[in-house]
Protein backbone atom coordinates (compact mmCIF):
# COMPACT_ATOMS: atom_id res chain seq x y z
CA UNK A 1 0.00 0.00 0.00
CA UNK A 2 2.93 2.40 0.97
CA UNK A 3 4.63 1.66 -2.24
CA UNK A 4 1.03 2.31 -4.48
CA UNK A 5 1.09 5.99 -2.57
CA UNK A 6 4.59 7.06 -3.15
CA UNK A 7 4.62 5.50 -7.10
CA UNK A 8 1.64 7.70 -6.82
CA UNK A 9 3.21 10.79 -5.51
CA UNK A 10 5.94 10.71 -8.01
CA UNK A 11 3.82 10.18 -11.20
CA UNK A 12 1.80 13.43 -9.95
CA UNK A 13 4.99 15.37 -9.37
CA UNK A 14 6.46 14.10 -13.07
CA UNK A 15 2.61 15.35 -14.58
CA UNK A 16 3.14 19.17 -12.88
CA UNK A 17 6.47 19.41 -14.12
CA UNK A 18 5.22 18.82 -17.54
CA UNK A 19 2.98 21.28 -17.59
CA UNK A 20 4.82 24.10 -16.06
CA UNK A 21 7.23 23.38 -19.12
CA UNK A 22 4.80 23.46 -21.70
CA UNK A 23 2.33 26.67 -20.01
CA UNK A 24 3.70 30.32 -20.29
CA UNK A 25 5.25 31.47 -16.53
CA UNK A 26 2.47 34.53 -16.81
CA UNK A 27 -0.01 32.44 -17.12
CA UNK A 28 1.17 29.80 -14.15
CA UNK A 29 1.63 32.52 -11.87
CA UNK A 30 -2.11 34.15 -12.35
CA UNK A 31 -3.44 30.92 -11.74
CA UNK A 32 -1.65 30.37 -9.01
CA UNK A 33 -1.83 34.05 -7.30
CA UNK A 34 -5.14 36.39 -7.91
CA UNK A 35 -3.82 39.07 -5.63
CA UNK A 36 -0.79 39.65 -8.19
CA UNK A 37 -3.64 39.10 -11.60
CA UNK A 38 -5.39 42.04 -10.21
CA UNK A 39 -2.54 44.75 -9.32
CA UNK A 40 -1.71 43.90 -12.98
CA UNK A 41 -5.07 45.15 -14.16
CA UNK A 42 -4.80 48.55 -12.01
CA UNK A 43 -1.20 49.48 -13.87
CA UNK A 44 -3.12 48.62 -17.01
CA UNK A 45 -5.65 51.05 -16.27
CA UNK A 46 -4.16 55.37 -17.07
CA UNK A 47 -5.22 58.44 -15.91
CA UNK A 48 -6.25 61.29 -18.90
CA UNK A 49 -6.91 64.74 -18.61
CA UNK A 50 -9.40 66.05 -21.18
CA UNK A 51 -7.48 69.48 -22.83
CA UNK A 52 -9.28 72.72 -22.41
CA UNK A 53 -11.42 74.29 -25.34
CA UNK A 54 -11.97 77.64 -27.22
CA UNK A 55 -8.63 79.29 -26.75
CA UNK A 56 -9.01 82.81 -27.50
CA UNK A 57 -6.51 86.05 -27.09
CA UNK A 58 -7.13 89.56 -28.37
CA UNK A 59 -5.03 92.96 -28.15
CA UNK A 60 -5.87 94.46 -24.53
CA UNK A 61 -7.65 97.81 -25.37
CA UNK A 62 -6.14 101.14 -23.76
CA UNK A 63 -2.39 100.60 -23.90
CA UNK A 64 0.71 100.81 -25.58
CA UNK A 65 0.27 97.44 -27.27
CA UNK A 66 2.04 95.68 -24.61
CA UNK A 67 -0.39 93.09 -23.43
CA UNK A 68 -2.71 90.19 -25.07
CA UNK A 69 -6.10 88.91 -23.29
CA UNK A 70 -5.88 85.03 -23.15
CA UNK A 71 -8.89 82.94 -22.54
CA UNK A 72 -10.12 79.30 -22.33
CA UNK A 73 -12.98 77.12 -21.76
CA UNK A 74 -12.23 75.16 -18.73
CA UNK A 75 -11.23 71.37 -19.17
CA UNK A 76 -14.35 68.73 -18.15
CA UNK A 77 -11.81 67.73 -15.72
CA UNK A 78 -11.93 71.27 -13.90
CA UNK A 79 -15.39 70.98 -11.80
CA UNK A 80 -17.09 74.36 -11.62
CA UNK A 81 -17.27 75.72 -7.89
CA UNK A 82 -20.91 76.03 -6.65
CA UNK A 83 -21.22 78.97 -4.67
CA UNK A 84 -24.51 77.37 -3.11
CA UNK A 85 -22.66 74.47 -1.99
CA UNK A 86 -20.75 74.89 1.00
CA UNK A 87 -18.34 71.93 0.20
CA UNK A 88 -15.96 72.35 -2.35
CA UNK A 89 -15.74 69.93 -5.33
CA UNK A 90 -11.93 69.03 -6.48
CA UNK A 91 -11.43 68.28 -9.89
CA UNK A 92 -8.04 66.54 -11.74
CA UNK A 93 -7.21 69.64 -12.89
CA UNK A 94 -4.60 71.69 -10.78
CA UNK A 95 -4.09 74.25 -13.08
CA UNK A 96 -3.52 75.25 -16.33
CA UNK A 97 -0.20 76.31 -18.71
CA UNK A 98 -0.15 78.90 -21.03
CA UNK A 99 2.35 78.86 -23.67
CA UNK A 100 3.45 81.27 -26.94
CA UNK A 101 4.68 81.19 -30.06
CA UNK A 102 5.50 83.69 -32.17
CA UNK A 103 6.15 84.57 -36.49
CA UNK A 104 9.87 85.16 -35.88
CA UNK A 105 9.98 82.54 -32.91
CA UNK A 106 8.21 79.36 -34.21
CA UNK A 107 9.22 77.58 -31.01
CA UNK A 108 6.72 77.28 -27.85
CA UNK A 109 7.54 78.84 -24.83
CA UNK A 110 6.24 78.24 -21.42
CA UNK A 111 4.93 81.91 -20.31
CA UNK A 112 3.34 81.24 -16.86
CA UNK A 113 0.56 78.98 -14.73
CA UNK A 114 -2.60 79.58 -13.15
CA UNK A 115 -4.54 77.98 -11.00
CA UNK A 116 -7.35 75.80 -11.42
CA UNK A 117 -10.85 77.69 -12.15
CA UNK A 118 -9.13 80.66 -13.62
CA UNK A 119 -9.42 81.17 -17.43
CA UNK A 120 -7.96 83.78 -17.97
CA UNK A 121 -4.11 85.05 -18.54
CA UNK A 122 -2.37 88.74 -19.72
CA UNK A 123 0.65 88.53 -21.31
CA UNK A 124 2.57 91.63 -20.32
CA UNK A 125 5.93 90.81 -22.40
CA UNK A 126 4.27 91.69 -26.41
CA UNK A 127 5.94 93.94 -29.68
CA UNK A 128 3.64 96.08 -31.03
CA UNK A 129 3.33 94.47 -34.59
CA UNK A 130 4.50 91.09 -33.80
CA UNK A 131 1.85 87.68 -34.52
CA UNK A 132 1.59 85.62 -31.62
CA UNK A 133 -0.22 81.79 -31.54
CA UNK A 134 -1.09 80.86 -27.84
CA UNK A 135 -2.40 77.10 -26.42
CA UNK A 136 -3.37 75.81 -23.25
CA UNK A 137 -2.33 72.63 -21.08
CA UNK A 138 -4.42 71.24 -18.76
CA UNK A 139 -2.16 70.40 -15.79
CA UNK A 140 -2.92 67.41 -13.51
CA UNK A 141 -0.55 65.77 -10.41
CA UNK A 142 2.18 64.01 -10.64
CA UNK A 143 3.16 65.43 -13.91
CA UNK A 144 -0.29 65.06 -15.47
CA UNK A 145 -1.33 67.08 -18.13
CA UNK A 146 -3.43 66.99 -21.17
CA UNK A 147 -3.14 67.72 -24.79
CA UNK A 148 -2.15 71.70 -25.67
CA UNK A 149 -5.32 73.25 -26.80
CA UNK A 150 -4.11 75.44 -29.58
CA UNK A 151 -5.66 78.90 -31.41
CA UNK A 152 -6.58 78.81 -35.05
CA UNK A 153 -5.43 82.22 -36.13
CA UNK A 154 -3.05 84.32 -34.58
CA UNK A 155 -3.41 87.57 -32.53
CA UNK A 156 -1.31 91.10 -32.95
CA UNK A 157 -0.85 93.36 -30.39
CA UNK A 158 -1.22 97.48 -31.52
CA UNK A 159 -0.56 100.44 -30.18
CA UNK A 160 -3.85 102.87 -29.00
CA UNK A 161 -3.81 106.19 -29.86
CA UNK A 162 -6.65 106.89 -27.33
CA UNK A 163 -7.02 106.12 -23.90
CA UNK A 164 -11.14 105.71 -23.63
CA UNK A 165 -10.79 105.21 -19.61
CA UNK A 166 -9.66 109.06 -19.91
CA UNK A 167 -12.10 110.51 -22.07
CA UNK A 168 -13.67 112.56 -18.92
CA UNK A 169 -9.95 114.71 -18.55
CA UNK A 170 -10.12 114.93 -22.30
CA UNK A 171 -13.62 116.55 -21.91
CA UNK A 172 -11.95 118.77 -19.02
CA UNK A 173 -9.33 119.79 -20.91
CA UNK A 174 -11.35 121.19 -23.47
CA UNK A 175 -14.02 122.84 -21.31
CA UNK A 176 -10.99 124.93 -19.44
CA UNK A 177 -9.08 125.81 -22.72
CA UNK A 178 -12.53 126.91 -24.27
CA UNK A 179 -13.19 129.27 -21.05
CA UNK A 180 -9.35 130.28 -21.48
CA UNK A 181 -10.02 131.84 -25.19
CA UNK A 182 -13.51 133.40 -24.03
CA UNK A 183 -11.94 135.18 -21.74
CA UNK A 184 -9.20 136.14 -23.61
CA UNK A 185 -11.84 137.51 -26.26
CA UNK A 186 -13.44 139.08 -23.41
CA UNK A 187 -10.33 140.78 -22.71
CA UNK A 188 -9.67 142.05 -25.76
CA UNK A 189 -13.31 143.25 -26.68
CA UNK A 190 -12.82 145.64 -23.68
CA UNK A 191 -14.58 143.59 -21.34
CA UNK A 192 -13.13 144.56 -17.51
CA UNK A 193 -12.13 141.80 -15.77
CA UNK A 194 -12.07 141.62 -12.52
CA UNK A 195 -9.05 140.23 -10.67
CA UNK A 196 -7.73 139.93 -6.80
CA UNK A 197 -5.13 142.48 -5.40
CA UNK A 198 -2.07 141.63 -4.30
CA UNK A 199 -0.35 143.48 -1.81
CA UNK A 200 3.06 142.97 -3.14
CA UNK A 201 2.53 144.08 -6.42
CA UNK A 202 0.73 146.71 -5.68
CA UNK A 203 3.52 148.76 -3.71
CA UNK A 204 6.21 148.60 -6.24
CA UNK A 205 5.67 151.73 -6.81
CA UNK A 206 5.90 153.01 -3.78
CA UNK A 207 9.24 151.13 -3.47
CA UNK A 208 10.74 152.64 -6.60
CA UNK A 209 9.75 155.90 -5.54
CA UNK A 210 11.13 155.04 -1.98
CA UNK A 211 14.50 154.16 -3.47
CA UNK A 212 13.93 157.86 -5.93
CA UNK A 213 13.22 160.01 -3.15
CA UNK A 214 16.19 158.54 -0.68
CA UNK A 215 18.85 158.59 -3.98
CA UNK A 216 19.66 154.90 -3.40
CA UNK A 217 19.81 151.85 -6.14
CA UNK A 218 17.23 149.18 -6.15
CA UNK A 219 18.51 145.67 -5.68
CA UNK A 220 17.12 142.85 -8.12
CA UNK A 221 17.80 139.39 -7.28
CA UNK A 222 16.34 136.79 -9.88
CA UNK A 223 16.90 133.45 -7.50
CA UNK A 224 19.88 131.41 -8.09
CA UNK A 225 18.40 128.92 -11.24
CA UNK A 226 18.94 129.21 -14.46
CA UNK A 227 16.52 130.22 -17.38
CA UNK A 228 15.30 126.46 -17.69
CA UNK A 229 13.51 127.49 -14.35
CA UNK A 230 10.01 128.45 -14.43
CA UNK A 231 10.68 130.49 -11.61
CA UNK A 232 13.50 132.32 -13.39
CA UNK A 233 11.25 133.27 -15.77
CA UNK A 234 8.53 134.55 -14.09
CA UNK A 235 11.11 137.27 -11.83
CA UNK A 236 12.49 138.27 -14.94
CA UNK A 237 8.87 139.23 -15.91
CA UNK A 238 8.34 141.08 -12.40
CA UNK A 239 12.21 142.38 -13.35
CA UNK A 240 10.83 143.90 -16.29
CA UNK A 241 8.18 146.19 -14.48
CA UNK A 242 10.23 147.09 -12.27
CA UNK A 243 12.84 148.40 -14.41
CA UNK A 244 9.73 150.32 -16.21
CA UNK A 245 8.82 152.01 -13.25
CA UNK A 246 12.24 152.48 -12.56
CA UNK A 247 12.89 154.42 -15.70
CA UNK A 248 10.03 156.46 -14.91
CA UNK A 249 11.45 157.63 -11.78
CA UNK A 250 14.86 158.15 -12.65
CA UNK A 251 16.08 155.69 -10.20
CA UNK A 252 19.20 153.03 -10.60
CA UNK A 253 18.54 149.49 -10.78
CA UNK A 254 20.87 147.06 -9.88
CA UNK A 255 21.07 143.35 -10.99
CA UNK A 256 23.53 140.99 -9.67
CA UNK A 257 23.08 137.27 -11.63
CA UNK A 258 24.49 133.98 -10.73
CA UNK A 259 24.06 132.50 -14.44
CA UNK A 260 25.44 134.10 -17.31
CA UNK A 261 22.47 132.76 -19.33
CA UNK A 262 20.13 134.90 -16.72
CA UNK A 263 22.42 138.00 -17.17
CA UNK A 264 22.07 138.16 -20.55
CA UNK A 265 18.09 138.00 -20.51
CA UNK A 266 17.75 140.23 -17.78
CA UNK A 267 20.10 142.67 -20.01
CA UNK A 268 17.76 142.51 -22.60
CA UNK A 269 14.45 142.40 -20.20
CA UNK A 270 15.59 146.07 -18.51
CA UNK A 271 16.63 147.41 -21.91
CA UNK A 272 13.17 146.88 -23.68
CA UNK A 273 11.50 148.46 -20.27
CA UNK A 274 13.71 151.70 -20.15
CA UNK A 275 12.65 151.86 -24.23
CA UNK A 276 9.06 151.71 -23.61
CA UNK A 277 9.42 153.93 -20.74
CA UNK A 278 10.98 156.33 -23.33
CA UNK A 279 14.13 156.43 -21.44
CA UNK A 280 16.42 154.35 -23.44
CA UNK A 281 19.89 157.16 -22.30
CA UNK A 282 19.42 156.23 -18.89
CA UNK A 283 20.15 152.55 -19.46
CA UNK A 284 23.49 151.66 -18.26
CA UNK A 285 24.59 147.86 -19.07
CA UNK A 286 27.04 147.55 -16.76
CA UNK A 287 24.70 147.65 -13.75
CA UNK A 288 23.56 143.91 -14.91
CA UNK A 289 25.99 141.25 -14.50
CA UNK A 290 27.55 138.39 -13.78
CA UNK A 291 28.78 137.64 -10.40
CA UNK A 292 29.31 133.27 -9.70
CA UNK A 293 27.91 130.33 -10.28
CA UNK A 294 28.82 129.18 -6.29
CA UNK A 295 25.78 129.37 -4.24
CA UNK A 296 27.06 130.93 -0.77
CA UNK A 297 29.85 132.94 -3.28
CA UNK A 298 26.86 134.67 -4.63
CA UNK A 299 25.24 135.08 -1.14
CA UNK A 300 28.55 136.57 0.18
CA UNK A 301 28.94 139.28 -3.01
CA UNK A 302 25.19 140.00 -2.25
CA UNK A 303 25.41 140.40 1.57
CA UNK A 304 28.65 142.77 1.20
CA UNK A 305 26.86 144.65 -1.67
CA UNK A 306 23.53 145.10 0.37
CA UNK A 307 25.42 146.56 3.57
CA UNK A 308 28.26 148.59 1.85
CA UNK A 309 25.35 150.21 -0.71
CA UNK A 310 22.49 150.32 1.17
CA UNK A 311 19.68 149.58 -1.15
CA UNK A 312 16.28 151.21 -0.39
CA UNK A 313 14.57 148.27 -2.06
CA UNK A 314 15.32 145.18 -2.52
CA UNK A 315 13.68 142.61 -4.92
CA UNK A 316 13.93 138.70 -4.53
CA UNK A 317 11.87 137.23 -7.24
CA UNK A 318 13.08 133.60 -8.35
CA UNK A 319 14.00 130.36 -7.05
CA UNK A 320 15.93 130.06 -3.37
CA UNK A 321 17.00 127.66 -0.87
CA UNK A 322 19.17 128.18 2.56
CA UNK A 323 19.95 131.54 1.15
CA UNK A 324 16.67 133.21 1.54
CA UNK A 325 17.39 133.72 5.28
CA UNK A 326 20.54 135.34 4.50
CA UNK A 327 19.03 137.87 2.40
CA UNK A 328 15.71 138.84 3.97
CA UNK A 329 18.12 139.22 7.57
CA UNK A 330 20.59 141.62 5.71
CA UNK A 331 17.60 143.52 3.97
CA UNK A 332 16.32 144.31 7.06
CA UNK A 333 18.86 144.80 8.65
CA UNK A 334 19.51 148.18 6.56
CA UNK A 335 15.91 149.48 6.58
CA UNK A 336 15.30 148.83 2.56
CA UNK A 337 11.65 147.60 1.80
CA UNK A 338 11.87 144.23 1.31
CA UNK A 339 9.64 142.47 -2.02
CA UNK A 340 9.96 138.65 -2.18
CA UNK A 341 8.47 136.31 -4.65
CA UNK A 342 8.87 132.70 -4.84
CA UNK A 343 7.44 129.22 -5.15
CA UNK A 344 9.72 127.45 -2.75
CA UNK A 345 7.48 126.04 -0.02
CA UNK A 346 10.50 125.38 2.12
CA UNK A 347 11.78 128.78 2.05
CA UNK A 348 8.30 131.15 1.84
CA UNK A 349 8.44 131.17 5.84
CA UNK A 350 12.01 132.72 5.79
CA UNK A 351 10.65 135.40 3.37
CA UNK A 352 7.00 136.14 4.82
CA UNK A 353 8.97 136.75 8.42
CA UNK A 354 11.81 138.95 7.43
CA UNK A 355 10.47 140.82 4.37
CA UNK A 356 7.75 143.32 4.17
CA UNK A 357 5.55 141.64 1.28
CA UNK A 358 5.97 138.03 0.17
CA UNK A 359 4.03 136.68 -3.23
CA UNK A 360 3.27 133.34 -2.28
CA UNK A 361 2.87 130.22 -5.11
CA UNK A 362 0.83 131.14 -7.58
CA UNK A 363 0.44 135.24 -6.84
CA UNK A 364 4.40 135.10 -8.34
CA UNK A 365 3.53 133.34 -11.34
CA UNK A 366 0.45 135.65 -11.99
CA UNK A 367 2.51 138.91 -11.24
CA UNK A 368 3.12 138.73 -15.26
CA UNK A 369 -0.14 139.62 -16.11
CA UNK A 370 -1.23 141.56 -13.22
CA UNK A 371 1.22 144.05 -13.70
CA UNK A 372 1.53 144.01 -17.69
CA UNK A 373 -2.46 144.18 -17.67
CA UNK A 374 -2.70 142.67 -21.24
CA UNK A 375 -5.70 141.35 -22.20
CA UNK A 376 -4.26 138.07 -23.82
CA UNK A 377 -2.38 137.21 -20.45
CA UNK A 378 -5.53 138.64 -17.96
CA UNK A 379 -7.77 136.07 -20.17
CA UNK A 380 -5.71 133.09 -19.75
CA UNK A 381 -5.50 133.95 -15.34
CA UNK A 382 -9.28 134.40 -15.13
CA UNK A 383 -9.46 130.89 -17.18
CA UNK A 384 -7.32 128.85 -15.26
CA UNK A 385 -8.44 130.52 -11.98
CA UNK A 386 -11.86 129.07 -13.48
CA UNK A 387 -10.69 125.74 -14.09
CA UNK A 388 -9.05 125.59 -10.68
Not at 126 to 141: N, W
Request: aromatic share 10%.
Amino acid sequence: MINYLLEKQIWYSVALLLVSLHLPHNTLIAQTTPAVKMEEKKKQKTVTLRPPADVKAVDNPNDKGEIINVSWKRSPDDFEPDKKSKQKKVGLVTGYAIERSSQNDPGWVRLGKVRFGNMTFEDENTKPGSKYFYRVIALGKKELQSQPATMTTFVVAKVQWFDTKKIWFGLMMLLVCGVVILFIFLARAGYALKIRKIAGLEVVNEAVGRATEMGRTCLFIPGIQDMNDIQTVAGLTVLGSVAKTAAEYDAEIEVPTCRSLVMTAAQETVEASFLSAGRPDTYNAEKIYYVTDEQFGYVAYLSGLMVRDEPAACFYMGAFFAESLILAETGNSIGAIQIAGTAMPSQLPFFVAACDYTLIGEEFFAASAYLSGEADQMGSLKGQDFGK
